[in-house]
């Protein structure tokens, strides 16, 4: 469905062609936020409605929130920067009785209560806190009937907001949309279009994807990806795109749209990447592990990559320091540096 002009609520600027994304949000972007914003939507479709942060928060309160919550339990949370995720919940009963005791509900701290909950409405509510993405369920059956009697505000209805507020923040990372910092969020994507802009036609948007032309003359395009770190990077090979595995250093503490600039301006001087991204280099000069190099290009590529630095000061072999410049010339060549890469077998 295409809206008249209005903010995008992605990026708060004014767009034209403005389209809807329900899931059950029903909010408007622009066509160039549209495809970012509605996979980061849809990593959390699981979530239910009811798992929701309480409005009363900050988005600062939230962040102290959920820095609380993820810095319990030490091993824990080197459990889950081993595994490259964010925190997402207590891992056995112990820590589920930790995380209640946390939150400081007064009352709801209390291990037994003496309203009775159907076994049956127990199992329903652990169901769909395991089909959210709660990792561990709990086992002990008053715990389980407490969480089930906190969730449906027996206690209050402050508590179960809370306790909603928290069940959010371990499923949801502050990297996707629902959990964004509104205006940080915004200001990175009006950056993201402003370098966009600046680059002119070596970067645009395309199909729902970021295409960007690298200063080797490479084509590379970059779509939006349902698992970290949310972006897939290919580049064009003939007709065809071979994928490139870019995983920015920090990116998960970054906001989303930097990083879809830090890589943007990496694909744009390919040239001078590929010394610091060794995947980046075996797509664009052929690899390093003895495969034999057929491509035409490529070839040429390295061997101007590839001179020698005593080439270009020592003129005693005066034949091979002319056919190198030759070579330089022929191309015009103007590279910083090169690399020691060594031959291919």
Known sequence: ?????????????????????KKGLNISVCSNCYHWVRSSIARRRKIPRWIRPCESFSHAELSQLRLEHAT????????????????????????WNQALSHLKLGQSNFRHSRTSIPSESIESK????????????????????HIVLLAEGHFGADAARLFATVLFLWLTPEDDYIARDPIPWAKSFQLLFEV???????AYFVHGAIEVVGSSGHIYRIQPKSGRPYFHVAGQVGEQYQHICIDP??????????VLVTLILSLYDDQTSARHIDTLARYLFGGRRGRRITDVQQLWRRALGNMPRELRTNRQDSAISTTMEYIIDRFQTNLADWSDEGDEA
Not at 134 to 143: A, C, D, F, K, Q
Not at 196 to 202: S, V
């Open 1 to 21: 469905m295409t809206l008249n002009r209005k903010h995008c609520d992605s990026c708060h600027l004014i767009q034209p062609d403005m389209k809807i994304i």
């Open 72 to 95: 319990q339990n030490r091993q824990h949370r080197m459990l889950y920067h081993a595994i490259s995720r964010h925190y997402s919940g207590p891992l056995s009963d112990q820590e």
């Open 126 to 145: 652990m169901t769909q806190l395991n089909r959210a993405g709660i990792l561990s369920i709990p086992e002990e059956s008053s715990l389980r009937s």
């Open 196 to 202: 966009i802009d600046d680059l002119g036609d070596r």
């Open 249 to 258: 250093v920090g990116a998960s503490n970054v906001i989303f749209g930097d």
